[in-house]
């Protein structure tokens, strides 16, 4: 069955950054698309970015534009978030999904999610 595991959250000042890594297994990695999601207090989660595993097409919400790169480590089957001038509002409980076919950024796309990593920018 899909497992994803995400690690790399944590505490960091506003302007820093942070990478994030979500490991997956149990499924045929090469046909899906893995996304990342965040949800902070009171707030509906949203996407943030996805990656199509075959083509490497990536996709972003407006929000994190210039400031997150989503990329792969398709032989390790490791999805990455990089994020880069970190804002306070950016502070949520980060999400890695995965779900076959198209890529897309609604939450409701994903059947497959890990147990999320906390990320706050103070």
């Known amino acids: 069955h899909v497992q994803l595991v995400e690690s790399g959250g944590g505490s960091v000042q506003a302007g820093g950054s942070l990478r994030l890594s979500c490991t997956a297994s149990?499924?045929?990695?090469?046909?899906?698309?893995m996304g990342w999601f965040r949800q902070a207090p009171g707030k509906e989660r949203e996407g943030v970015a996805a990656?199509?595993?075959?083509?490497?097409?990536?996709y972003y919400a407006d929000s994190v534009k210039g400031r997150f790169t989503i990329s792969q480590d398709k032989a390790k089957k490791i999805v990455y978030l990089q994020m880069k001038m970190l804002k306070p509002e950016d502070t949520a409980m980060y999400y890695c999904a995965a779900r076959a076919g198209v890529c897309s950024l609604t939450p409701s796309w994903y059947k497959s999610w890990g147990q999320g990593t906390q990320v706050t920018v103070s």
């Open positions: 990656i199509a595993t075959a083509g490497g097409n990536e």
């Open positions: 149990g499924f045929t990695y090469s046909r899906y698309c």
